[in-house]
């Protein structure tokens, strides 16, 4: 068996592919347009070499409204090089630091629709330093 894609619905693809492909660093691999079902199909992926695994945001074009946000999905989560720079960059596009890298190991963001995003660093965990050290959480992820 081997893993392939976690799928999320979005109610604007353009915010979402803004947050997901501009703001994270992913990369569109495949899109797929379905006019009989009035939904979009995009696939994402690191591009990382031997990384298969992809996010597929779902598109349903006529969803006025946000979609409900459960708990029981959990989170996705991304290994990055270097966890302060990655959440100094999100944070110049605009993306809040919900949960700060404190520990030099683990941060969440979220995405427009309100997906909770695991960031780790790879490898150990980097020194703690300021201002993340000291910086409290906000909402919830």
Same mark, same amino acid.
């Given at each position: 068996?081997?893993?392939?894609?976690?799928?999320?619905?979005?109610?604007?693809?353009?915010?979402?592919?803004?947050?997901?492909?501009?703001?994270?660093?992913?990369?569109?691999?495949?899109?797929?347009?379905?006019?009989?079902?009035?939904?979009?199909?995009?696939?994402?992926?690191?591009?990382?070499?031997?990384?298969?695994?992809?996010?597929?945001?779902?598109?349903?074009?006529?969803?006025?409204? /946000?979609?409900?946000?459960?708990?029981?999905? *959990? %989170?996705? $989560? !991304?290994?990055?090089?270097?966890?302060?720079?990655?959440? @100094?960059?999100?944070?110049?596009?605009?993306? /809040?630091?919900?949960?700060?890298?404190?520990? *030099? %190991?683990? $941060? !969440?963001?979220?995405?427009?629709?309100?997906?909770?995003? @695991?960031?780790?660093?790879?490898?150990?965990?980097?020194?703690?330093?300021?201002?993340?050290?000291?910086?409290?959480?906000?909402?919830?992820?």
């Amino acid at each position: 068996m081997r893993y392939l894609h976690t799928m999320l619905r979005v109610r604007d693809l353009d915010l979402a592919l803004d947050f997901f492909v501009g703001k994270l660093g992913l990369f569109e691999k495949r899109r797929k347009v379905n006019e009989a079902g009035r939904f979009t199909l995009v696939f994402l992926g690191t591009n990382a070499e031997g990384d298969t695994a992809e996010i597929e945001l779902t598109h349903n074009w006529d969803q006025a409204e /946000p979609y409900a946000t459960g708990r029981f999905f *959990g %989170h996705l $989560a !991304f290994r990055v090089e270097d966890i302060y720079a990655t959440c @100094e960059r999100l944070e110049r596009e605009g993306v /809040p630091v919900l949960r700060p890298p404190r520990d *030099g %190991h683990m $941060a !969440f963001v979220k995405s427009p629709d309100g997906h909770a995003i @695991e960031l780790l660093q790879a490898g150990p965990a980097l020194a703690p330093r300021e201002p993340w050290s000291s910086r409290p959480n906000q909402g919830s992820w």
